[in-house]
Nanobody, 122 residues
């Protein structure tokens, strides 16, 4: 299974970006799909996830109200809409697929995509 993330870039604080993740297998195979991020030298951290029903979502506190995670099971895609970006959002963002759980725990992730860099300057 391959996950390919795209949409990262360098923006100013307050700008928006939309990350996309293309999955080579039907996303209906994965109960939870979401996004993690990692700053160099720090542990990878959970950002947001969406369950297979497309309605149940989870967010880390620092992005609530600014980020929106979604999935399109018909297109085998997962998205992360990021609004009002802040410099502390700067990180490499990874798409994650969790076959059995809610994709909130690193240990539960079944497949990882290659990261996409998001850089937010003040």
């Amino acid at each position: 299974v391959q996950l390919q993330a795209s949409g990262g870039g360098a923006v100013q604080a307050g700008d928006s970006l939309r990350l996309s993740c293309t999955v080579s297998e039907s996303t209906l195979s994965f109960y939870g799909m979401g996004w993690f991020r990692q700053v160099q030298g720090k542990e990878r951290e959970f950002v947001a996830s969406c369950l297979i029903n497309g309605r149940t979502t989870y967010y880390t506190d620092s992005v609530k109200g600014r980020f929106t995670v979604s999935r399109d099971n018909a297109k085998n895609m997962v998205y992360l809409q990021m609004n009002n970006l802040k410099p502390e959002d700067t990180a490499v963002y990874y798409c994650a697929a969790d076959r059995f759980y809610d994709a909130r725990s690193i240990d539960g992730v079944t497949y990882w995509g290659e990261g996409t860099q998001v850089t937010v300057s003040s």
